[in-house]
C-alpha cells in the first residue's frame, strides 16, 4: 500500500523559532493523524484532523488539512529543545486502512 | 497506570530461530496493532486484530505470526521465514472496532537484531 509523503526529511532550527512540516497522500481520506516519536520510543498521538476540517489546535501545535491539494500541515509555535524527535503523519484512507509517512526529523538547537 | 508494554526492549537472535515479542495492554481496547519501522521508513503494517481470537494480516505479515488468546496480549513471532528480520517493532492498540477509527496508543518498542 502507499505510504504518504512527508517533507522536510530533516528540519533544524533554533529554539523559539516555529517549525513547519508538511504531509502529502494520493487517495481520499477519512482522518488525518500526526504522532510524534522521542528516539528509540514508542508514539504518542499529537492531533487528528477529520476530512471536513480544514485547522486545529492543540496548544502550541497547528495542523492544517487542504483536501482539495491533499495535503496537511503541522506548525510548532515557539519551539523548545523538548521538540526534538520525529514527526509522522498518518492518514486513514476509504478502507479505513491507516497509512504512514517517513516522518520528518525534527532537531531544536537550544 | 493504563498503556500498554513490550517486552523484551532488545532482542538479539540467530539466524534461524524463531522469537516471540510481547504485547501487553490494560486500556480495555478491543483491537491491536504491529508494525514494524526501518530506518527512513514510515510503520508497515504486520497483523491487526480486533476482537479476541480473530486477526488478519497487514501489508507485510510473510515470516510472521500471530495470536489473540485474550484481549489483552497480542504477541508477535518472528519466524526464521522472515528474511531480513532486523528492526524495530511497535505494538499499538485503540478502542474502536473499525480499524483506524480513532487514535493509536503504542508501546515503547522491542528493537530486534539478528547476529
Known amino acids: 500500500s502507499q505510504q504518504g509523503e512527508e517533507d522536510p526529511q530533516a528540519l533544524s532550527i533554533q529554539e523559539g523559532e516555529n517549525a513547519t512540516m508538511n504531509c502529502s497522500y494520493k487517495?481520499?481520506?477519512?482522518?488525518l493523524q500526526w504522532y510524534r516519536q522521542n528516539s528509540g520510543r514508542g508514539l504518542v498521538h499529537l492531533i487528528l484532523?477529520?476530512?471536513n476540517e480544514r485547522e486545529k489546535h492543540s496548544g502550541r501545535l497547528r495542523v492544517t488539512l487542504d483536501t482539495s491539494k491533499k495535503s496537511s500541515s503541522l506548525l510548532i509555535t515557539a519551539s523548545r529543545a523538548a521538540d526534538t524527535a520525529s514527526y509522522f503523519c498518518?492518514?486513514?484512507?476509504?478502507?479505513?486502512?491507516?497509512?504512514w509517512g517517513a516522518g520528518t526529523k525534527l532537531i531544536i538547537k537550544p | 497506570d493504563g498503556g500498554i508494554t513490550q517486552s523484551p526492549k532488545y532482542l538479539f537472535r540467530k539466524e534461524g530461530q524463531n522469537v516471540t515479542l510481547s504485547c501487553e495492554q490494560n486500556?480495555?481496547?478491543?483491537?491491536m496493532y504491529w508494525y514494524r519501522q526501518d530506518p527512513g521508513q514510515g510503520l508497515r503494517l504486520i497483523y491487526y486484530?480486533?476482537?479476541?481470537?480473530?486477526?488478519q494480516k497487514g501489508d507485510i505479515a510473510e515470516g510472521y505470526s500471530v495470536s489473540r488468546e485474550k484481549k489483552e496480549s497480542f504477541p508477535l513471532t518472528v519466524t526464521s521465514a522472515q528474511k531480513n528480520p532486523t528492526a524495530f517493532y511497535l505494538c499499538?492498540?485503540?478502542?474502536?472496532?473499525?480499524?483506524?477509527?480513532?487514535?493509536?496508543?503504542f508501546g515503547p518498542g522491542t528493537r530486534l537484531t539478528v547476529l
Open positions: 499499538a492498540s485503540t478502542s474502536g472496532l473499525a480499524l483506524g477509527t480513532d487514535t493509536q496508543y
Open positions: 486500556l480495555n481496547h478491543d483491537a
Open positions: 487517495t481520499s481520506i477519512n482522518n
Open positions: 498518518a492518514f486513514m484512507d476509504s478502507n479505513y486502512q491507516l497509512i
Open positions: 484532523i477529520r476530512s
Open positions: 486484530s480486533q476482537i479476541v481470537n480473530d486477526f
